[in-house]
């Protein structure tokens, strides 16, 4: 008899014999491949938010599995993704003092297209161990073009301007809320975000990011 095979790696979709453990997500290649080419240590500056940090590059493996995670269902890489944005929250907590968590909003169209936020999902798992409320605070305005269709920065910031609402009338006033996100490319985007979380009343308001477009 052949191999059985169980799980397969989160980046490279190589398959783990059955008994290996399912705490196990990425092969030995990939799990070196992180630690040398994809922790991301910049300092990432987001307009108006007090602090930002995202623990991974968008690009190689890391890039295709979000784009997985992202575009073709692949709800099950939000486990690994959520746990080395936890990792890189805990590093903040002290200075942070979180009291809320929110994510960044999708348009209905990709929600019923995809089933779910991917944000929403990491969200979720990042504040369930910290015991934080996890709340959907903003919304998309309607008619927004896609972020990633914009030729460059000055048509990203201007596509992004007032992209983002408030959900409700939920009252941030003087909390410390961390906005949680996928991908972080120019931060226009995050940074609408950011702006409407102030005018809802947060104090001070902080970016989580899975992951960061590195600079050319």
Not at 14 to 33: E, W
Not at 135 to 161: D, H
Request: overall charge positive; proline content about 4%; glycine content about 6%.
């Amino acid at each position: 008899m052949g191999i059985l095979y169980g799980h397969r790696c989160v980046l490279c979709g190589a398959d783990f014999p059955v008994t290996t453990s399912r705490t196990l997500q990425l092969c030995p290649d990939c799990a070196a491949a992180v630690r040398r080419e994809y922790r991301c240590n910049e300092v990432i500056s987001i307009a108006g938010a007090d602090g930002t940090i995202a623990p991974l590059y968008y690009r190689g493996t890391v890039q295709n599995a979000m784009k997985r995670f992202k575009f073709n269902g692949a709800a099950y890489c939000a486990d690994w993704f959520a746990a080395q944005m936890s990792v890189a929250l805990t590093s903040q907590l002290e200075e942070w003092q979180p009291d809320l968590i929110t994510y960044m909003p999708i348009g209905f169209l990709h929600y019923r297209k995809r089933g779910y936020n991917q944000a929403e999902l990491l969200a979720k798992l990042i504040a369930k161990p910290l015991s934080l409320p996890c709340e959907a605070t903003l919304r998309k305005r309607w008619f927004v073009g896609k972020q990633s269709a914009q030729k460059n920065y000055a048509a990203r910031q201007s596509n992004a301007k007032d992209a983002v609402l408030p959900k409700g009338s939920v009252d941030l006033t003087g909390k410390s809320v961390v906005l949680v996100d996928d991908i972080i490319t120019t931060g226009a985007t995050a940074a609408a975000a950011v702006k409407a979380l102030r005018e809802m009343g947060a104090s001070r308001v902080y970016v989580l990011a899975a992951t960061f477009t590195p600079r050319k």
